[in-house]
């Protein structure tokens, strides 16, 4: 070639899309295609293909297998003359490399390509079985699925079939290969074929009639006994047969596998039998099958055996399918099994899965599979195990809008159409996008991305997945809103009925009553009924992943009436991502913070920020606290006045800290050990007993303005108690507290213990009046005396107290003593006066630890009520708060004078101290403070979901079901979460019984 001609087919080449000019030109000088070297026909058809690189190294690869001049030049001819072999084989050729390595080993398999007729456009399984026919072995058989597949290729990658057709075209291969494949297996062993009915029940994509180039075909097994053939035998046989079946078709030779065959979706699993009988099947589906296994069962289509008993199975089984949604959490089942494949993906794959990614293949498939079971049970006409024929069928019942019905069409097909373009390459099972630029090019061209394929790849790529990720939840609500808001005219809506279908499967009790606030909430042409018609789909979706929707809902349209005019309040839930979610997830979740946030609804303003940090939902530290109340009572004209003030600040700040508390423990649903339960409760604690003691710093300042202007005439001091000294409030505690006072200089004594014991009184009063705002109950039962000593001691009488008439418990209570308000002075002087008591040096003689063990157990079978289970009681119960409290406290006083560590108030910083000081081994400490943690974590939920305090769990269902739902359980778990319970608080109570109760200890 000289060097002008070879600069001439150089440009040539590159104008065609080769990459690679020079090695082509060295194949057409080469003997098997020079004599198509300057057929301008060739480079265009060439040009055409996916790779034309990778057309012409095949086509060279196949003229040279060719086994004599003679076919050599038959190909070369036809090439010639016959367009529509010349389109079908380079289209091959340069979008499959596994094809082209299946035409150089068979060279004359080329001709199949050959006959274009109608008859030929659209074969089915008939077809494919005579093109297996002539198979006699596994080898054969092989070879003759390659060249049935070559066809199938052929016709997909010219576009005379779409992909519908190519998914359907490969089922119906796949049948005829089982077909087949079962033949072979029963010729090997016709003593097993004469003992049994076998029937082969095609699941997944090739039940659907979806199937890919390269996927695992998935069956189950169902066999009967042969006429007077014993049962047992013959189940023996159909397990041969049908294990011989998958061998023949998964195993690799010298050709290939054709691919695995997957019988893991039989009833359990890899663990039960490969076959079954039908009455077995039967039983088992009625018992013991998951939700999504009827899921599964939707694609179920009898394809190979005996075709009979195949039938029957189905229409056994189809009644049980159409009855799952009526399945209790039927919808979180199937969306949570959902989650749990996202979940698996390894992190480095996640934006380069195309079946199993957010915005994938498998969120199209389960949408529609979850309106299917929905709706099918009384619309015949979604009972399709193919995804395109239900998704159009789901849009002409009205129960898709036509506008979805379409994106999503266009989407599921792209992205199907990359798959089996990336399949077809290797003849590989895949779903990853490649990340080698040829492979991505050579995947745009495939699909017809040509001037730039790799970005018109990727931006037509990410275009259907993010159509996809917008739609699949919002399909289950969309067209509920447009039931009840009827802005579309002529549009195809869910009737009345749907809709109240739809609902009770996504976990409504009233569905008449969500209908109403939905029509409420998205009816008109006002700007706020857009915007709402705009959010309430995520909003049902988040509504419908809780225990309780309807309250949701409700809760929604309450927040929603009351703020739905205020420009921010819309503004905050379409703009700021975190807010809607957040405010979801909090209506949702229990009665005490939407009561919170419909006494005071301008707090939803906090839920902007929902990341833990010091605005939005982060909890505020106590000087914050104490800043903001004591300005409010400040401005106040008195007590009366200023203490609503401060109750309304505390009102706000306990909604911020459940608030807070819900979106951690609800935004994600984790297993309990993913989360950091321990720093959850600290969280709790710590924000809920500063907001207190802030709280009683501004009551005590109102109440002293205004009898005694800026002086007492005492000095005075609260200090905290119990739970409120550890900074381990919860939402529902009161707050248990001493009061000291001394004198100012000059003062009476009596003139002195008046005024503390007026300032008491009216601090209480004030806290307790009734209001909108959660009363503050002050405890003070912990005082010397208790209830008959007075409420108010000057320093001196608690003095003269201790030294004389102390008794082992109040030591024990005095380990949570802490300064809350008041006198710093004064406080510190009382904290000084109680050391010795609370940490006495040497530690408990042995009557003193007999003491406490006696209290203890006179305390849980005084207090522990009547019929309560006391494994569940998260207080008195074996292992629960008492039993580690009590446990901690016995270590303090007997250690405390000599480890510093163990002189603070708090349970768990006390439970680090005895494990670094060698008091308690890791192991042990561990338990307790999973215990303590478990019980502190349940006591919490059980007042944001009652809106009252408890001490046990709940016995309703769906309060029970909210409490798993905080502790990270999902729906349907209860169960699980209460063994858990009883689990952990078993192990804390052996620990306790050889630490606290241990003779001699």
Known sequence: MTPGRRSSTFTRLLRHGFTAPSAAERLLDSAELSPLRDDPVLLEALGATADPDLALHGLARLLEAQPDPTAHRELLDTLTAAKPLRDRLLGVLGASAALADHLARHPSDWQ???????????????????????????????????????????????????????????????????????????????????????????????????????????????????????????????????????????????????????????????????????????????????????????????????????????????????????????????????????????????????????????????????????????????????????????????????????RLDEAYRFLRSMEHRIQLYRLRRTHLVPEAEPDLRRLGRSLGLRTDPVTELHREWKRHTGVVRRLHEKLFYRPLLDAVAQLAPGEARLSAAAARERLVALGYADPAAALRHLEALASGVTRKAAIQRTLLPVLLGWFADSADPDAGLLNFRKVSDALGKTPWYLRLLRDEGAAAENLARVLSAGRLAPDLLMRAPEAVALLGDGDGGSGGLGPRDRAQLEQEILAAVGRAENAEQGVPAARGVRRRELFRTAAGD????????????????????????????????????????????????????????????GRFGGHELSYGSDADVLFVHEPQDGVDEQEAAAAANKVVAEMRRLLQLPSADPPLLIDAGLRPEGKSGPLVRTL??????????????????????????????????????????????????????????????????????????????????????????????????????????LRTTRTRAALAAAREAGLLSATDTAVLDEAWVLASRVRNAVMLVRGRAGDTFPTEPRELAAVGRYLGYGAGHAGDMLDAYRRTTRRARTVVQELFYAAGT
């Open 796 to 901: 001196k009488s608690y003095e003269a107290y201790y030294r004389r008439w102390s008794l082992v418990w109040e030591s024990q209570a005095l380990l949570r003593a802490e300064p809350v308000a008041g006198d710093e002075d004064l406080a510190r002087r009382f904290t000084e006066l109680i050391d010795p008591l609370r940490y006495p040096e040497h530690g408990l003689d042995d009557e003193a630890v007999r003491e406490i063990r006696r209290l203890k157990a006179r305390m849980e079978s005084e207090r522990l009520p009547r019929g309560a289970d006391p494994r569940l009681h998260t207080k008195l119960g074996p292992g629960g708060l008492s039993d580690v409290e009590w446990t901690v406290q016995l270590l303090q006083l007997r250690h405390g004078w000599r480890e510093p560590g």
């Open 112 to 406: 199949v390509l050959v006959t274009y007729e109608p008859r030929d456009l659209h074969p089915g399984v008939e077809e494919f079985e005579r093109g297996l026919e002539a198979a006699t072995d596994p080898i054969s058989l092989r070879v003759a699925y390659r060249r049935c597949l070559l066809s199938i290729a052929a016709r997909d990658v010219c576009g005379t079939t779409d992909l519908a057709e190519t998914a359907a075209e490969l089922a119906d291969l796949a049948t005829a290969t089982l077909r087949a494949a079962l033949a072979l297996a029963g010729a090997a062993a016709p003593e097993d074929a004469a003992a049994c009915r076998l029937a082969v029940i095609a699941m997944g994509k090739c039940g659907g009639h979806e199937l890919n180039y390269v996927s695992d075909v998935d069956v189950i097994f169902v066999a009967e006994a042969a006429e007077g053939a014993d049962e047992g035998k013959a189940l023996k046989s159909a397990t041969r047969l049908a294990s011989h079946m998958m061998r023949i078709c998964s195993e690799t030779t010298i050709e290939g596998s054709i691919w695995p065959v997957d019988a893991n979706l039989r009833p359990e699993g890899r663990n039960g039998p490969l076959v079954r009988t039908l009455s077995s099947h039967l039983a088992y589906y009625q018992r013991w099958a998951k939700t999504w296994e009827f899921q599964a069962l939707l694609k179920a289509r009898p394809v190979a055996g005996d075709a009979t008993l195949g039938q029957a199975y189905v229409d056994a089984l189809e009644p049980l399918v159409w009855k799952a949604a009526e399945r209790e959490n039927f919808v979180a089942d199937v969306q949570k099994m959902r989650r749990r494949v996202v979940e698996n993906i390894p992190a480095a794959e996640v934006d380069r899965e195309l079946k199993l990614g957010p915005g994938g293949l498998r969120d199209v498939e389960f949408a529609v599979q979850l309106l299917q079971l929905v709706h099918g049970r009384t619309d015949l006409t979604l009972r399709s195990g193919t995804t395109l024929d239900a998704l159009q069928a789901l849009a002409a019942g009205g129960y898709v809008g036509r506008e979805d019905t379409a």
């Open 662 to 721: 819900i979106v951690s423990s609800y935004g994600t649903e984790t297993s309990p050990a993913e989360a950091d339960q321990g720093a959850l409760v600290d969280r709790v604690g710590a924000a809920v007993s500063d907001l207190t003691a802030a709280t009683l710093a501004g009551t005590l300042r109102a109440v002293v303005r205004d009898g005694w202007g800026d002086t007492l005439p005492t000095r005075f001091a609260i200090i905290g108690m």
